[in-house]
């Protein structure tokens, strides 16, 4: 019987099939194993705690595990803003407050020993903000509604926007000590918004509430000027979390309109400016002007345009020269006013004629989901149908947009909405309601992918809408992967989609968030070290970094336990099962080869097999050890008589590295049927 060696591929990850339709040239399971060349399959990296600062913080860097409200410690969103001048803030939030990170500049700045070379003061009476016991992470945002989505993050020029569907957005820059409202979308009577995303320089938002500007029946003052007049104007105004409001939620909904299918945009360039128009009055005569309401979207200095305070009832421009502080309404302008109007409106003189304005995409009045650029277009999902929106400039029209799928394959999930860049090609990955989905300009429809392991997701559909928020999807541009969190398939609850390769695996990473970032070094000053940070389920406030950059450095395989690095995690590649050769016929395996890359460490290798693939079960399971080098192989010898094989190769350890660059069976035909063979 001769002994010839066949080559086990690596393959697919299948997960909706029988052992038997899955094959040994295909796997059963791939658990924190990636793909890392068309042949070859590696030990997925651990993660450390994010510091990325060594030399200023000692410790690993934490959020408070407390915050005003609850449940505060699940991160939900991180995100990173960058200013032209090289500087880069790293934001992690949670449902109720929002942090920044501090000490991404060069670690030598931040050095503090006690000497006059230290860059900051450290003791007395003028000590600034930083200082050598300095906490990295500070607060910049709170008492955000507990209730709110999962964090949205985009940045339109050097500005962060930051939206939870409830509260009004927010947005900040680098050199900020909090995050502010959108007082212009305020001023414009808008509640707050469904979503949010940047599109050639513009902050585009969907799903509107507005305030209304008219006195209901019976009413002198209509809602917006009350709320505009009340102690807290730019805050929370939600029926989903009236609690900072004084009114019940159904006193809410009286006062307030949602155009769900709505869209609007600010001005170009600038996320925060929408065109504010506030209503005021003049007297002829004077240098002063009354608004209806304390409002600060104008400050002095600003130049302003009232409409019909001119001559012979035209509009003035004029300067602001200060706004009474003890009222925020009053205004002193250094011209004079010429035409005597109670009811008219000031506007910004920079905002005539801009582009700000909004769209309903009101085909059947569903709602606007999510929206994303791709390529030099939008595509802006609702829930059952898919538009394309296109920037033309005109003032009049400065976007058109075009239907261009309507059915049920929709985004399901809203934060799972990807967009992907790779190869020169844009396309957008999301999850529908029974199916994962690839859009592009191309098709424009809805692709289905990844088909092969599907009931990952949608076998156990109750577990996913019974928490939809815990469903999210982001891009790791470090491993070229789609990192999805799959809340019902604990204790593997992450989802790794690879589209270089076009090949999936599991994780047992359990994380709340994810978003690679890029920050500077002291030798990458300029353009920064990418990495993807996640919030950490299993420690609550924590920031954890996955454990490869794209600087070269050394990968890391391990994990960290709260502060603690080196944490092991099991590693495992398993096949199907399948006849070698005819199904017919017996096989003897007389020896199994793995053959590695840079094993450091011990790999578990096993074998199974049986009279039929149901009936497979272990032949053997036995430990080997290389200590490093280019191809270190492995040698089991067998003696094993079956018709069908599969194998599997474990990692346990931490610290050890394996890439897996071939599997082969030492096998012979033996030509006759198994007894007991059915």
Same mark, same amino acid.
């Given at each position: 019987?001769?002994?010839?060696?066949?080559?086990?591929?690596?393959?697919?990850?299948?997960?909706?099939?029988?052992?038997?339709?899955?094959?040994?040239?295909?796997?059963?399971?791939?658990?924190?194993?990636?793909?890392?060349?068309?042949?070859?399959?590696?030990?997925?990296?651990?993660?450390?705690?994010?510091?990325?600062?060594?030399?200023?913080?000692?410790?690993?860097?934490?959020?408070?595990?407390?915050?005003?409200?609850?449940?505060?410690?699940?991160?939900?969103?991180?995100?990173?803003?960058?200013?032209?001048?090289?500087?880069?803030? @790293?934001?992690?939030?949670?449902?109720?407050?929002?942090?920044?990170?501090?000490?991404?500049?060069?670690?030598?700045?931040?050095?503090?020993?006690?000497?006059?070379?230290?860059?900051?003061?450290?003791?007395?009476?003028?000590?600034?903000?930083?200082?050598?016991?300095?906490?990295?992470?500070?607060?910049?945002?709170?008492?955000?509604?507990?209730?709110?989505? +999962?964090?949205?993050? @985009?940045?339109?020029?050097?500005? !962060?926007? =930051?939206?939870?569907?409830?509260?009004?957005?927010?947005?900040?820059?680098?050199?900020?000590?909090? @995050?502010?409202?959108?007082?212009?979308?305020?001023?414009?009577?808008?509640?707050?918004?469904?979503?949010?995303?940047?599109?050639?320089?513009?902050?585009? =938002?969907?799903? @509107?509430?507005?305030?209304?500007?008219?006195?209901?029946?019976?009413?002198?003052?209509?809602?917006?000027?009350?709320?505009?007049?009340?102690?807290?104007?730019?805050?929370?105004?939600?029926?989903?979390?009236?609690?900072?409001?004084?009114?019940?939620?159904?006193?809410?909904?009286?006062?307030?309109?949602?155009?769900?299918?709505?869209?609007?945009?600010?001005?170009?360039?600038?996320?925060?400016?929408?065109?504010?128009?506030?209503?005021?009055?003049?007297?002829?005569?004077?240098?002063?002007?009354?608004?209806?309401?304390?409002?600060?979207?104008?400050?002095?200095?600003?130049?302003? =345009?009232?409409?019909?305070?001119?001559?012979?009832?035209?509009?003035?421009?004029?300067?602001?020269?200060?706004?009474?502080?003890?009222?925020?309404?009053?205004?002193?302008?250094?011209?004079?006013?010429?035409?005597?109007?109670?009811?008219?409106?000031?506007?910004?003189?920079?905002?005539?004629?801009?582009?700000?304005?909004?769209?309903? !995409?009101?085909?059947?009045?569903?709602?606007?989901?999510?929206?994303?650029?791709?390529?030099?277009?939008?595509?802006?999902?609702?829930?059952?149908?898919?538009?394309?929106?296109?920037?033309?400039?005109? $003032?009049?029209?400065?976007?058109?947009?075009?239907?261009?799928?309507?059915?049920?394959?929709?985004?399901?999930?809203?934060?799972?909405?990807?967009?992907?860049?790779?190869?020169?090609?844009?396309?957008?990955?999301?999850?529908?309601?029974?199916?994962?989905?690839?859009?592009? !300009?191309?098709?424009?429809?809805?692709?289905?992918?990844?088909?092969?392991?599907?009931?990952?997701?949608?076998?156990?559909?109750?577990?996913?809408?019974?928490?939809?928020?815990?469903?999210?999807?982001?891009?790791?541009?470090?491993?070229?992967?789609?990192?999805?969190?799959?809340?019902?398939?604990?204790?593997?609850?992450?989802?790794?989609?690879?589209?270089?390769?076009?090949?999936?695996?599991?994780?047992?990473?359990?994380?709340?968030?994810?978003?690679?970032?890029?920050?500077?070094?002291?030798?990458?000053?300029?353009?920064?070290?990418?990495?993807?940070?996640?919030?950490?389920?299993?420690?609550?406030?924590?920031?954890?970094?996955?454990?490869?950059?794209?600087?070269?450095?050394?990968?890391?395989?391990?994990?960290?336990?709260?502060? $603690?690095?080196?944490?092991? +995690?099991?590693?495992?590649?398993?096949?199907?099962?399948?006849?070698?050769?005819?199904?017919?016929?017996?096989?003897?395996?007389?020896?199994?080869?793995?053959?590695?890359?840079?094993?450091?460490?011990?790999?578990?290798?096993?074998?199974?097999?049986?009279?039929?693939?149901?009936?497979?079960?272990? =032949?053997?399971?036995?430990?080997?050890?290389?200590?490093?080098?280019?191809?270190?192989?492995?040698?089991?010898?067998?003696?094993?008589?079956?018709?069908?094989?599969?194998?599997?190769? $474990?990692?346990?350890?931490?610290?050890?590295?394996?890439?897996?660059?071939?599997?082969?069976?030492?096998?012979?035909?033996?030509?006759?049927?198994?007894?007991?063979?059915?």
């Amino acid at each position: 019987m001769p002994i010839r060696p066949i080559e086990i591929k690596c393959g697919q990850l299948i997960t909706n099939a029988a052992p038997e339709d899955i094959g040994i040239k295909n796997y059963a399971t791939k658990l924190d194993f990636r793909r890392i060349a068309p042949d070859r399959d590696a030990r997925r990296e651990g993660f450390v705690p994010f510091q990325p600062n060594q030399a200023h913080a000692t410790t690993p860097a934490n959020l408070p595990t407390t915050g005003s409200g609850s449940p505060s410690p699940v991160l939900t969103k991180i995100a990173q803003v960058r200013a032209g001048n090289g500087k880069v803030a @790293v934001i992690a939030a949670n449902s109720t407050t929002i942090y920044r990170y501090f000490s991404l500049e060069v670690g030598d700045y931040f050095v503090g020993d006690g000497t006059p070379q230290s860059y900051f003061v450290e003791t007395g009476a003028n000590t600034p903000y930083f200082q050598e016991s300095f906490n990295d992470w500070v607060q910049i945002g709170a008492n955000f509604s507990q209730y709110g989505t +999962y964090w949205e993050a @985009v940045q339109v020029n050097n500005t !962060l926007i =930051l939206n939870n569907g409830i509260d009004l957005p927010v947005s900040f820059n680098v050199e900020d000590q909090s @995050v502010t409202p959108l007082y212009e979308l305020r001023d414009q009577g808008i509640a707050s918004v469904g979503t949010i995303w940047e599109y050639n320089g513009i902050l585009m =938002l969907g799903n @509107v509430v507005e305030i209304n500007n008219t006195p209901a029946l019976g009413q002198t003052t209509d809602p917006l000027t009350t709320l505009m007049n009340s102690a807290n104007p730019y805050g929370r105004y939600s029926t989903a979390d009236p609690s900072t409001s004084g009114l019940t939620a159904q006193q809410i909904q009286q006062n307030t309109n949602q155009f769900q299918y709505r869209v609007i945009w600010s001005m170009p360039g600038e996320p925060t400016r929408f065109a504010a128009s506030v209503p005021c009055s003049v007297t002829a005569g004077t240098r002063t002007l009354i608004l209806n309401w304390p409002s600060l979207s104008f400050s002095n200095g600003q130049q302003i =345009l009232i409409l019909g305070a001119g001559a012979d009832g035209g509009n003035l421009s004029a300067t602001i020269l200060w706004i009474n502080p003890s009222n925020g309404a009053e205004m002193y302008l250094d011209t004079t006013i010429l035409t005597t109007v109670s009811d008219t409106t000031v506007q910004s003189l920079d905002s005539v004629g801009s582009i700000v304005g909004y769209e309903d !995409l009101d085909d059947d009045g569903s709602a606007v989901i999510r929206g994303a650029a791709i390529m030099t277009s939008v595509a802006i999902y609702k829930d059952t149908s898919i538009f394309i929106c296109n920037y033309t400039g005109a $003032t009049g029209a400065p976007f058109t947009f075009q239907r261009v799928y309507q059915g049920v394959d929709s985004i399901y999930y809203r934060n799972t909405l990807v967009s992907v860049v790779h190869n020169w090609q844009s396309w957008h990955f999301f999850i529908g309601r029974n199916c994962l989905f690839k859009f592009d !300009l191309i098709n424009l429809t809805p692709t289905p992918v990844y088909k092969e392991i599907e009931n990952l997701f949608f076998g156990n559909e109750e577990n996913l809408l019974s928490s939809p928020s815990l469903v999210w999807a982001a891009d790791n541009p470090v491993t070229n992967e789609i990192f999805i969190s799959n809340p019902g398939a604990s204790p593997n609850t992450m989802v790794c989609l690879d589209y270089k390769y076009n090949t999936a695996s599991t994780s047992s990473v359990q994380a709340s968030c994810g978003s690679v970032v890029q920050y500077p070094t002291a030798s990458i000053p300029l353009q920064g070290v990418a990495a993807f940070l996640m919030g950490d389920l299993n420690n609550l406030g924590a920031v954890i970094q996955y454990g490869r950059k794209d600087d070269g450095s050394a990968p890391v395989f391990s994990r960290c336990t709260g502060t $603690t690095q080196g944490t092991p +995690y099991s590693s495992i590649l398993a096949s199907g099962v399948s006849a070698i050769d005819s199904s017919m016929n017996d096989t003897y395996v007389n020896g199994y080869e793995l053959r590695t890359n840079n094993l450091t460490g011990r790999v578990t290798l096993a074998l199974v097999g049986g009279s039929n693939p149901a009936s497979a079960t272990a =032949l053997w399971s036995v430990d080997r050890t290389a200590a490093g080098g280019a191809t270190p192989a492995l040698f089991v010898p067998c003696g094993n008589l079956a018709q069908t094989f599969g194998d599997s190769v $474990t990692v346990y350890d931490a610290n050890v590295q394996c890439e897996v660059t071939k599997r082969t069976l030492l096998a012979g035909d033996v030509g006759t049927m198994g007894a007991g063979r059915n």
